[in-house]
Structures are given as structure tokens and as C-alpha cells.
């Protein structure tokens, strides 16, 4: 699973370091209007992403971030404080993504991933599976986006 690498000397995080209940702070991204925009215009350019009136006229009551915005600002929260480091292999998908409440410009969002449960790959041992759930507040605890996806993270080589 590690060929063409040295695992050993650049991973800090394996499998056997993420225990069921764990929850994991992931860090926090504060939104700008004119990064709403510009993701909107070159990724999802429906109206009420792309400008003030638009948003107001729509059913979000105001410019909101796209969710895909918001999903790949938990994306990069995510490579940056928990992946960087780890003996992350991937992701088979995720099982849910829901979008709550609009994000809005000069929202704070944070990011904590809880470890819902873990397993063994049965046919690959080297092969960890982690089921986890990923919560995105704003800064006053309103959830906006949550996730849950599973995991694949090589386990922790014997000696």
C-alpha cells in the first residue's frame, strides 16, 4: 500500500490513532464575499451566489456561499489539520452530505470530524476504516454543512 514512499519518516497519524467517540477540531475558514463570488462565478453561478439582490430575492434571503464552496472549504480544513501527515489512502465516498443554513460573507465556519466507529479491512489487514462525521458551525453553533463519509487509513506498521 506504501510502495514508492517511507512512510515511517513523514506519517504521524495511522488508523490506530483514531478511537470511536473521538472528535477532532479541524480548524476555522472565515468566508468573504468576494471569495463567495468568485468561486460562485467560476463553479456554480446561479444568482443568488453572485450578487447581494439576487440572494435576497431568492429562498436563502441573502448572498450565500454555494455548498460546494463550503464543501471544499471543509475539504481543505480537512487536508490541512487531520490528512497532512496521516496515512490517509483515500475514501470509498461519502454516505451524506447536507447543506443546513446558508453561509453568508464574514461567516466564521469550524470544522470538527467525530469518529463514529472503526474497523479492519477483512480483506486487506494493512487497511483501516474509519466512519466519521463531519460538522461545519458558524460561529454562533448554527450547523451549516455536516458530512459523513468513511475513511481509508493504513495501519500502523509492526516493528
Known amino acids: 500500500m506504501s510502495e514508492g514512499r517511507d512512510t515511517m519518516a513523514e506519517t504521524t497519524r495511522w488508523f490506530e490513532d483514531f478511537a470511536p467517540g473521538a472528535v477532532h477540531d479541524l480548524g476555522r475558514r472565515t468566508m468573504t464575499r468576494d471569495e463567495i463570488v468568485a468561486f ?5 453561478p446561479q444568482p ?8 435576497e ?9 454555494s455548498g460546494w464552496h463550503t464543501a471544499c472549504v471543509l475539504m481543505r ?12 489512502l483515500g475514501s470509498p ?6 447543506w443546513l443554513r446558508p453561509v453568508r460573507p464574514d461567516d466564521t465556519l469550524a470544522l470538527t470530524m467525530t469518529v463514529l466507529d472503526t474497523r479492519t479491512s477483512a480483506k ?36
Open 40 to 44: 460562485a462565478a467560476d463553479w456554480d
Open 57 to 65: 430575492a431568492s429562498l436563502l434571503g441573502g448572498l450565500a456561499a
Open 124 to 159: 486487506r489487514p494493512r487497511l483501516g476504516l474509519i466512519s466519521a462525521r463531519f460538522d461545519m458551525t458558524d460561529a454562533g453553533g448554527a450547523t451549516a454543512l455536516t458530512m459523513t463519509c468513511t475513511l481509508m487509513m493504513e495501519r500502523r506498521p509492526t516493528p
Open 48 to 55: 443568488m451566489h453572485l450578487d447581494e439582490a439576487s440572494g
Open 93 to 98: 465516498g461519502i454516505d451524506s452530505l447536507k
Open 77 to 88: 480544513l480537512f487536508a490541512d489539520n487531520l490528512l497532512a501527515g496521516s496515512a490517509s
